[in-house]
């Protein structure tokens, strides 16, 4: 059953979401993270290098369960490159996790209206909690990490605090790292000695 709320004030806060929390099949769960700042870098090769890069878990190791943090940036770039290749592949699923009820309204306008796009393309979205602050950020990445065997990130130069924070959470809780712009070869490679 898609949980599908068309209001963020009526989205489940997490401690109330534990029976759509056993929906997620962690050893064929995917979390992104990555930097907020795309500017950086090139936009349409990020997306190119994601779209492979979720097509190739999906393929070599049956992911179908793809979990966003919900931030502006490289978070709604992947979202949407997964509700995208959704179309094609209606097995997948994309779960969209937020720290808080809100988190967007400091954002500027094309971000908000891009992650209310998204919203509409989730099949399931929890908020975990109520109210911003920097604990709820790091619950919700703490929540991508340990509801996902794989970790996607992007860094744009070095790690920024969110992205540095997920990946080395990822690290010690043993997931395996993907890094959408390492070379198609070298993710190959990778994906393939995964055990």
């Given at each position: 059953?898609?949980?599908?709320?068309?209001?963020?004030?009526?989205?489940?806060v997490?401690?109330d979401?534990?029976?759509?929390?056993?929906?997620?099949?962690?050893?064929?769960?995917?979390?992104?993270?990555?930097?907020?700042?795309?500017?950086?870098?090139?936009?349409?090769?990020?997306?190119?290098?994601?779209?492979?890069?979720?097509?190739n878990m999906?393929?070599?190791?049956?992911?179908?369960?793809?979990?966003?943090?919900?931030?502006?940036?490289?978070d709604?770039?992947?979202?949407?490159?997964?509700?995208?290749?959704?179309?094609?592949?209606?097995?997948?699923?994309?779960?969209?996790?937020?720290?808080?009820?809100?988190?967007?309204?400091?954002?500027?306008?094309?971000?908000?209206?891009?992650?209310?796009?998204?919203w509409?393309?989730?099949?399931?979205?929890?908020?975990?909690?109520?109210?911003?602050?920097?604990?709820?950020?790091?619950?919700?990445?703490r929540?991508?990490?340990?509801?996902?065997?794989?970790?996607a990130?992007?860094?744009?130069?070095?790690?920024?605090?969110?992205t540095?924070?997920?990946v080395?959470?990822?690290?010690?809780?043993?997931?395996?790292?993907?890094?959408?712009?390492?070379?198609?070869?070298?993710?190959?490679?990778?994906?393939?000695?995964?055990?």
């Open positions: 059953m898609i949980c599908i709320i068309n209001n963020i004030e009526n989205a489940p997490y401690d979401f534990q029976d759509s929390l056993e929906k997620i099949e962690i050893p064929r769960a995917c979390c992104f993270t990555g930097s907020r700042d795309l500017s950086g870098g090139n936009r349409e090769e990020i997306k190119s290098n994601l779209e492979y890069a979720i097509n999906i393929s070599r190791k049956q992911v179908r369960d793809f979990l966003c943090g919900g931030a502006y940036g490289f709604l770039l992947a979202g949407h490159a997964a509700a995208e290749i959704k179309k094609a592949r209606p097995e997948i699923r994309l779960f969209l996790i937020l720290p808080c009820k809100g988190h967007y309204i400091k954002w500027k306008y094309h971000d908000i209206e891009s992650f209310w796009l998204l509409d393309k989730a099949d399931y979205k929890v908020c975990c909690q109520e109210n911003y602050s920097i604990s709820g950020m790091l619950r919700r990445d929540f991508l990490v340990d509801y996902s065997r794989y970790c990130y992007y860094k744009a130069g070095s790690f920024s605090h969110g540095k924070y997920t080395d959470y990822a690290v010690s809780r043993g997931r395996k790292l993907i890094n959408v712009m390492q070379s198609k070869e070298e993710e190959d490679l990778q994906l393939s000695f995964d055990l």
